[in-house]
């Protein structure tokens, strides 16, 4: 069975400064890793997505992450945070073929908050 | 362009009621989805189809059903209400022509039972 682990249920970074938030996952096959962010009061936003190739993923509003196979790791990272980055983060994998209907499995979530 | 549309935003239920929560896409979509999100546990997969009239169980099934007519609509149902069912609950949609697209959602629909 898959499963998705983000350690961190909050980081919090100030204005200006490097972030990361952490992602682990398990899978049997072969992992498609998916980043979403969720502003307050919405659903949720595609950010990023690792297949395969180059492991660093550059995605939406200058996040990147960074896909290692030997840590079974997908953090999400950007260079200089804003305070507008501050939102409830969700990392999610895709275990093909093996999960039914090829759904996604979602972490726990990790509030992100910037501060100026 | 509307995306995923999700009926209605806020709802509150007496135990033991049922209702349904709508959810239509007009992206063409073969795959949607249900999920409820509560704190600390991500979003977890309540019910899914792969396409119309095709429709399967997730990781939290009970007390829930759901059915594929056409290719937009996806309702959800809850048979009879309980206060474990408070939550806010996302449906999504994907195309199913290759396994690495990602998945769009819908607002929410924020469920408080009573």
């Excluded at chain 1, 840590?71 to 983060?89: E, I, R």
Aim: aromatic share 12%.
């Amino acid at each position: 069975a898959q499963s998705v682990a983000q350690p961190e249920d909050q980081v919090n970074v100030a204005e200006g400064n490097p972030l990361t938030v952490k992602c682990t996952y398990s899978v049997s096959g072969n992992p498609y890793l998916f980043w979403y962010v969720q502003y307050p009061n919405r659903g949720l936003q595609f950010l990023l997505k690792y297949i395969t190739g180059d492991n660093l993923v550059k995605g939406s509003y200058g996040f990147e992450a960074e896909f290692n196979k030997s840590q079974t790791s997908f953090h999400l990272k950007k260079p200089s945070a804003l305070v507008s980055d501050s939102a409830l983060y969700f990392c999610a994998v895709r275990d093909v073929p093996y999960t039914a209907g090829n759904m996604l499995t979602f972490g726990g979530g990790t509030r992100l908050m910037v501060k100026p | 362009n509307a995306g995923v549309t999700q009926t209605p935003k806020f709802q509150v239920l007496k135990t033991g009621q049922s209702m349904t929560l709508q959810c239509a896409q007009d992206m063409n979509h073969e795959y949607m989805s249900w999920y409820r999100q509560d704190p600390g546990m991500g979003l977890r997969l309540i019910h899914y189809s792969v396409g119309a009239g095709i429709t399967d169980q997730g990781e939290v099934p009970n007390g829930y059903n759901v059915s594929r007519s056409t290719t937009e609509d996806f309702p959800l149902r809850l048979l009879s209400a309980a206060p474990s069912q408070t939550s806010v609950y996302f449906c999504a949609s994907r195309t199913g022509q290759a396994w690495n697209t990602e998945a769009f959602f819908g607002q929410g629909t924020r469920l408080t039972v009573v």
